[in-house]
C-alpha cells in the first residue's frame, strides 16, 4: 500500500507540506508505504498542446514529468496539497494537473486510486481550490477521501491549528482504510481517455 503527497507549494517546510507530513503520518500508523514529492523542485515544465498524448498517449517533453507520473501510477492513493494563490491552487500544482492528462492513455492511469485534498489559505479561495482538486479526482476517475482547508499565511501556521493537524492525520488513515477496500468503477463505464464535456462533440 503505496501513498503519495504532491506538494504544489514553492515554500519548503510550509503550511501545506506540514500538513501533508501530517497526513503521510496517519498513512503511516495504517501501515502504508509513504512518500512526499515536492513538485517545485521538480524541472517540470508546462503542457504545450502538441497533442502527442492523445494520438500515442506518450508526454513528448522529457522532464521530471515521467518519474512523477510513473510515481503517481504506482501509488495506491495520492494526496494533493496546494497553497491558495490567486484564489486558486499553484502554478505548480496546475501544470502537474495538465501535463498528468498523458497518464489517463496509459493502462487503467489514475482510476481506482484514492485520491485526497489539503489547501491553505491566509484568507480567500480555499473552497476554489478543493472544488478544483476534487474535479481533477473525478475526471480521473479516482475514488475521493475528505480534504483539509486551513486558514495560514506565515510559514508555520497550521502548526497552532489542532484540529486541523489531527484531520489531517485522519485523512492519512481515511486514504487507507478506502484504499483497503480496492473500489473499482465498472469496466464498462471506464473512460478510455478523459473527456472534457463529451457533450460539445
Ligand atoms: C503569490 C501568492 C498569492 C497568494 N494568494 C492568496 C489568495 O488568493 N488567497 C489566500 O487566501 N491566500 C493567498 N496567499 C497566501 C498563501 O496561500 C499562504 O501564505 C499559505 O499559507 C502558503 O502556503 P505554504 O506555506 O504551504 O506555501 C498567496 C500567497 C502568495 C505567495
Known amino acids: 500500500m503505496k501513498i503519495l503527497a504532491l506538494s504544489f507549494s514553492p515554500r519548503e517546510e510550509g503550511n501545506t507540506e506540514l500538513l501533508l507530513e501530517r497526513v503521510l503520518a496517519g498513512a503511516g500508523i495504517r501501515g502504508a508505504e509513504t512518500e512526499l514529492v515536492r ?5 517540470i515544465k508546462p503542457c504545450d498542446a502538441c497533442g502527442a498524448c492523445f494520438r500515442t498517449g506518450e508526454c513528448l517533453i522529457r522532464d521530471d514529468m515521467q518519474e512523477l507520473g510513473q510515481k503517481m501510477l504506482q ?9 491558495v494563490y490567486f484564489y486558486n491552487i ?3 500544482g496546475k501544470i502537474v494537473i495538465d501535463r498528468s492528462i498523458a497518464l489517463s492513455h496509459q493502462g487503467k492511469g489514475l482510476a481506482n486510486k484514492v485520491g485526497g485534498v489539503v489547501v491553505v489559505g491566509g484568507s480567500l479561495g480555499l ?7 476534487y474535479f481533477y ?4 476517475q479516482m475514488i475521493p477521501a475528505n480534504f ?6 506565515n510559514k508555520g501556521d497550521v502548526k497552532r491549528l489542532q484540529k486541523c493537524l489531527k484531520a489531517a492525520e485522519e485523512l492519512g488513515i481515511q486514504a487507507v482504510k478506502i484504499a483497503e477496500k480496492k473500489f473499482c468503477y465498472p469496466e464498462d463505464i471506464r473512460a478510455q481517455h478523459i473527456g472534457f464535456g463529451t457533450h460539445t462533440w
Open 39 to 43: 513538485v517545485a523542485d521538480k524541472n
Open 75 to 83: 501509488a495506491d492513493g495520492i494526496i494533493f496539497g496546494s497553497p
Open 90 to 92: 499553484t502554478a505548480q
Open 127 to 133: 473552497v476554489d481550490a478543493v472544488k478544483d482538486l
Open 137 to 140: 479526482i473525478v475526471i480521473h
Open 148 to 153: 483539509v482547508a486551513a486558514y495560514g499565511s
